[in-house]
Every structure is written in C-alpha cells, then in structure tokens.
C-alpha cells in the first residue's frame, strides 16, 4: 500500500473510533444509570460533560497542532483519549465516571483538529486531496450511525462497560501505528497565546453549555441565558486578544477570504439537518415504533451508504462541474430530504424514511467535501491546525445549535416542525453559497479560484498558480 494510503488509513481509523464514540454511548445510558446510581437530572452530563471539553478546546488543539507538530498532537490526543476510555469503562461511581469523559473530550479535541490539518499536509491540492477528504467525512459521519449498532449489540451482550473498552485496543493500534506512518509536520516556535486559549475555551464553553442546556430547558432559562452572555462576552475579548497578538490561537485573517467564510458559516447551518435524523428518529424509532437500540442503529445504514456513495463520486463531479453547481445540488438535495422527514408521524412506515435517510447522507457528503477544499485551500502550512480546528468547531457548533433549534421548533406540535427549522437553516447555506460562489467565477478542483475563468503562468516552479482575490495566509 503507497505511503499516502497509509497515512490515510491512520487518520480516517482515529477518526471512526471519534465518530463511533459520539453516539455508543447513548443507548448505553439507562445501564449506567442502575449500574452507578446517577440522579436522572445528572444522567445527561455523562453526554455533556465529553462536548463541552472536546467543544470547548477544539481551537485550542488545532493551534497546538501548528505550534508543536500535528503527529505530536495526533499522538497525544489518541493516548489521552484511550487512557480516559479505559478509566471510564472502570469507573464505580459517577463523579469518576464523569471526569474520565471529560478527559475523553480533552483527547478528542487534541486529536481531531490534527487528523484534517494531516489530511491536508499529505495530500496535495486537488482530486488526490479531494478523494482523502471525501472517505474522511464519510468515515466521520458513518462512525456516528455505526456507534448507535455497536452500542446497543454491545449493551446487551456484555456489558456497558465495553463501549469504553472497545476504544483501547482501537487507540493503542492507532498511535502505534501513527508513529511509523504519519509524518511529522514542522514545528513554528514563538510565544503562546495563553489569553487567547483563556478567553476562546471559556466563550465556547459557555456557548456549548447554553445549547445543551436550552435543548431541554429552553430559551428562556436563566442559565441559558447566562451562558450565552458571558460566552459571547469571552468570545468578544477572545477576537479582540487575537486582533493584537503576534501568535493567535486562531488567525483572523482566516476570515478574509470571503468564501473561507462562508464555508464556516454553512458548516454551522447544516448541522441542524445532520444532528436531527440522529436525535429526533432515534426517539421516535424505540419510542413510538417500540425497536430495539440494535434495530434502530441499523435503521441509520442507508444514511451512512448515502455518505460513503458520495465519497466516491463526489471528487469526479468536482473535477467536472466545479464547487457552485455541486454545492448548489448537495444543499437542494439536504433541504429536500429534510422536508421529506418532515412528514414522519406516528403511524408512518419505515419506508417512508429510507429515502430521505439515505438523500441526508449523500446531499450531506457532497456538501462537506467541497466546502472542506474550499476552507482548506490556500491556507499556509503553519495555520492548517487553526483553520481545522475552526472548520471542526463550527461543525460540533452546528450539531449543538442544531439540536437546540430542532428541540425547540418541535414544542408540542411534534417532530415535523423541528425538520422544517433544518431545512430553513439548510436553505439559508445555501443561498450564502451561491451568493458567494459567484458563476462567472470558476474554481478549480482544488479549491482554488481562477478569476475571470484563465489561468496565468507563475514561472517554472508553479505553472497553474491562479489569481487569488484575496490575502493568503502565507506558507
């Protein structure tokens, strides 16, 4: 197998074991609480407690990727997640239980940002970079609806306990085999942006933990409310440290590129449309339907097909049509699918979602991968973990938002209201894209804009440079 391979195989293995753990652990829940006594009203921070660490240091580990090295950050992240799995399958109490997630949150946030910063470093721009970004976001979203069959088979098996131990023999072969075939990226030395770090984790912490909690208090909790204050204030005072510093946590000039921006922006906009199927058609599959947690996990595989299709088509119908007509198409196809769900009632079929189901999956693959190339293009080497981390951030935002928004949609008049506020969000990304993705502007495979549809020649060196209206960020 090429060494690229390799790399890849690495990265998208760390990635699944992230994306397994999102969901196992939830139909895991109810044997947790009789096994460790937990109050009901404490129950759901086993969940939370992971989110806010992995949510709230997400920028924090993609800058340390760039400061310290991507494989170091890699590395540590895996060990620290596998060393908190193994301490939370052990847990006999649950403030013990608690701290391991938590510190499985910590891992996570070190490792993840890494795994697309390295996708980006190994793989150069183009079809190559567009294929590894394409079996990546397959990987991480198709990890999400394995966790849900792998948690209830494993449950009911044998024990809760093991949809923790089964992260520690994936996490000891991942980092093992990280060290032979990940390469190291180059290490950029300068002062910490210690206030920053301070100021971006406290803003997301209270941004996430307003979300989570408005979930299920809604908007006008006090402490919601409180959250969203004193987050928007930290975050306030994170953008104004990184105005000034030298070395930011995150670079603003991330933000300049207009198309850069409007990547993150729909990023945040479509997780209502991804998180929703998981949430809302997990409740109402065990709850009205009465399935089981292993039936119900199943019920997700045409979604994950859906995704892994797209992986494989999506870098041709770039390479082909470029990044405006399939966003455009991915977007239309995620808020049609939306609304299809939408219809689900209580005495509806299964039939009646396997459609939409799997048109989630693939509307939502074509539309991650070419907004990932679209972030990731043109970002130099040593702020590629600052711009993952941002892109992976506004995903679990988005997921978070989404839940909040849904939950609330939904009230009393049931699950059809929570899917049209997604497909509205939906929607709303994809007007951003068109608007920004101009037509008369076309894109290369890779990301990259050619203005005014001509190449031109940048010596011997570099023969496809293209114009690029607006500032790189070095490299």
Known sequence: MPRHRLALAVIVSCQLLLGIDATIVNVALPRVAAALRFAPADLAWVLNAYTLAFAGLLLLG???????????????????????????????????????RAVQGVGAALASPSTLALIAGTFPEGPERNRALGVSSAVISGGASLGLVLGGVVTAAVSWRWVFLVNVPIGIAVAALARRHLPETERHAGRFDVLGALTGTAGMVGIVYALIRAASAGWGDARVLAGLALGAVALAAFVAVEARTAAPIVPLGLFRDPRRAAGYASLLLVGPSLIGPF??????????????????????????????AAARIVPRLLARFGHRPVIGFALAADVLAVLLLSRVGAGSSYLLVIGPLALVGFGGGCAFVPMYTLILSRVGGHHAGAASGVLQTMQWLGSSFGLAVMVAAAGSAGLGRGFVAAATLAAAALVLQMLVLRPNKKTHPDGRLRAGGRERPDGPGHPHEVEQPSASLGG
């Open 62 to 100: 993609g800058r340390l990727g760039d400061v310290l090295g991507r494989r170091r950050m890699f590395l540590a992240g895996v060990l620290v997640f596998t060393a908190a799995s193994l301490a939370a399958a052990l847990a006999d109490r649950p403030g013990w239980l608690l701290a391991a």
């Open 279 to 308: 949430f809302f058609l997990t409740t109402y599959l065990q709850q009205v339907r009465g399935w089981g947690p292993v039936a119900t996990g199943l019920a997700f595989l045409p979604m994950t097909g859906g995704l892994f």
